[in-house]
């Protein structure tokens, strides 16, 4: 695996019609699953 220095990217719009807990619940998500993936 090869490890570079970029930062991960992540982005949206306006179609995922999300309501505010359920984006909340997907924030954390992808919080949870980014620092599985980042090495301090």
Same mark, same amino acid.
């Given at each position: 695996?090869? #490890?570079t220095n970029? +930062?991960?990217?992540i982005?949206g719009?306006w +179609?995922?019609y +999300?309501? #505010?807990?359920?984006?909340?619940?997907?924030? +954390?998500?992808l919080?949870e699953?980014?620092?599985e993936? #980042?090495?301090?």
């Amino acid at each position: 695996m090869t #490890i570079t220095n970029e +930062k991960p990217f992540i982005a949206g719009n306006w +179609k995922m019609y +999300k309501t #505010i807990p359920e984006a909340v619940e997907m924030v +954390k998500a992808l919080k949870e699953a980014s620092s599985e993936q #980042i090495e301090a």
